[in-house]
């Protein structure tokens, strides 16, 4: 279902990721539950630099597929424990994600702290 685009998922995928697009700013992006970087595989393509983690190393796998030549930093990392330092990027993106963790804050938090002031 994650690369499902049909019926409503046309219109989601649609304004989510050209959303993302004209939001993104600075150069350095990070994609949080990256899956199958449908938000982030255009910004990398667009030139940004973009790293992306994921708990599954299939969705990892599948993203990198997609991706083909596109350079991506991808790795197997926990959204509660971004394995980043901080200050490390312009711009987070995280799709479909938040609602798995009913502790948004603190999850919040942690992204935070790898964006950059102003990010």
Same mark, same amino acid.
């Given at each position: 279902r994650m690369v499902e685009n049909t019926? &409503? !998922?046309v219109l989601k995928n649609l304004l989510e990721t050209?959303?993302?697009k004209r939001l993104a700013l600075g150069r350095d992006v990070l994609d949080v539950g990256i899956g &199958?970087?449908?938000? @982030?595989?255009?910004l990398a393509r667009a030139?940004? !630099?973009? @790293?992306?983690?994921? @708990? @599954?190393?299939?969705?990892l796998d599948e993203t990198q597929r997609l991706a083909g030549n596109i350079p991506m930093n991808l790795q197997v990392g926990d959204v509660q424990a971004v394995p980043h330092p901080d200050a490390s990027f312009d711009f987070l993106v995280s $799709?479909?994600?938040m609602?798995?963790?009913?502790?948004w804050q603190t999850v919040l938090q942690e992204w935070k702290r790898v $964006?950059?002031?102003g990010g």
């Amino acid at each position: 279902r994650m690369v499902e685009n049909t019926g &409503t !998922n046309v219109l989601k995928n649609l304004l989510e990721t050209r959303l993302v697009k004209r939001l993104a700013l600075g150069r350095d992006v990070l994609d949080v539950g990256i899956g &199958t970087g449908r938000a @982030s595989i255009p910004l990398a393509r667009a030139g940004f !630099n973009v @790293s992306g983690i994921d @708990s @599954s190393q299939a969705m990892l796998d599948e993203t990198q597929r997609l991706a083909g030549n596109i350079p991506m930093n991808l790795q197997v990392g926990d959204v509660q424990a971004v394995p980043h330092p901080d200050a490390s990027f312009d711009f987070l993106v995280s $799709l479909n994600v938040m609602v798995h963790f009913p502790h948004w804050q603190t999850v919040l938090q942690e992204w935070k702290r790898v $964006l950059r002031p102003g990010g």
